[in-house]
């Protein structure tokens, strides 16, 4: 059974930095990409960032260009994203998916559809 946990969410004032880690286990074959959602209250939920294990690249929205960084480690089953520069505009709930190495997708990397497991969420919130 492959189970994906999330951890490091809370609260931040604006302007600040927040750390989220992803951990995935379980998958026999391991897994092709780990990426990260967000949803806001009355929002759809949003691809934020993913990384593809096999190689390192990365993929990102443009509302988080250049504030987040999205790394795995070489375990290749976590993953970890740095938020800086935070703006209440990030605040939502934050998870984390996986795609399992043996399915193929051809759609966008921050397609929600892409991902076969998904943690349950790590709210993180931007106020002063």
């Known amino acids: 059974q492959v189970q994906v946990v999330e951890s490091g969410g809370g609260s931040v004032q604006p302007g600040g930095s927040l750390r989220l880690s992803c951990t995935a286990s379980?998958?026999?074959?391991?897994?092709?990409?780990i990426g990260w959602f967000r949803q806001a209250p009355g929002k759809e939920r949003e691809g934020v960032t993913t990384i593809r294990v096999t190689d390192g690249r990365t993929y990102y929205a443009d509302s988080v260009k250049g504030r987040f960084t999205i790394s795995k480690d070489s375990a290749e089953n976590r993953a970890t994203l740095q938020m800086n520069s935070l703006s209440a505009e990030d605040t939502g709930t934050y998870y984390c998916a996986a795609q399992n190495k043996a399915t193929y997708y051809g759609g966008s990397y921050l397609d929600a559809a892409r991902f076969d497991w998904w943690g349950q969420g790590t709210q993180v919130t931007v106020s002063s």
């Open positions: 379980g998958a026999t074959l391991g897994y092709y990409a």
